[in-house]
């Protein structure tokens, strides 16, 4: 058995785990019931308004097939400080067995951030997924919202007085009359 497989609670799905800086602690849920397990920096980073930074985290995972794993902000971060991620949420594929990476922006417009090695900097979800097979055809079957999107259902002040919403290409509008 693996090491570690027996302490298994409940329905928790175990993920190996590799912990390539043994100096900081392994990712962890804050409190029972947490949906993401914290990342750290595994270097010191300052971030200027604007600017963004590929920061390592030290683990290297190996999620079990049908899984993956999200990149996500955290929220106190993003809300004192600007913090969040380019590509939020960062995808980590079932295959992947590199260091996992937190693609960190500072997006606050006038005050740099610090931020050191060993401080939780995002949160990583893990979730099932599904495999799809995309199957071609025609023409999509009918759905009450259609193609209606981008602010369509209105519901903000600020919609009304935005830019207009994205219209389809022409050959794909065509396909989606009658929708
Ligand atoms: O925030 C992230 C996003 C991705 N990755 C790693 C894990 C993931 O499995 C791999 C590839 O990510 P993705 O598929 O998003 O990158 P891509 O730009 O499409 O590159 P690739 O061509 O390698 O798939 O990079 C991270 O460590 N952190």
């Known amino acids: 058995m693996v090491p570690g497989l027996d302490g298994l609670v409940g329905d928790e799905v175990p993920v190996l785990l590799q912990q390539l800086d043994p100096g900081l602690p392994a990712p962890a849920y804050a409190h029972p019931g947490d949906a993401g397990a914290d990342l750290v920096t595994r270097v010191d980073v300052t971030l200027a308004p604007g600017e963004r930074a590929v920061v390592p985290t030290g683990v290297a995972l190996a999620l079990p097939e049908g899984y993956a794993a999200f990149v996500h902000p955290r929220s106190g971060l993003a809300a004192r400080c600007g913090v969040s991620l380019v590509n939020a949420p960062g995808t980590i594929d079932a295959g992947y067995r590199g260091e996992v990476q937190v693609v960190l922006v500072n997006l606050d417009p006038r005050t740099p951030v610090h931020l050191q090695r060993g401080d939780r900097v995002a949160q990583l979800v893990v979730q099932r997924v599904e495999r799809v097979r995309f199957v071609a055809v025609e023409r999509l079957p009918g759905a009450a919202r259609g193609a209606g999107g981008f ?21 794909a509008a065509a396909a989606l009359e009658g929708i």
């Open 151 to 171: 602010g369509s259902t209105g519901g903000s002040a600020a919609l009304s007085g935005g830019a207009d919403a994205p219209t389809p290409a022409s050959g």
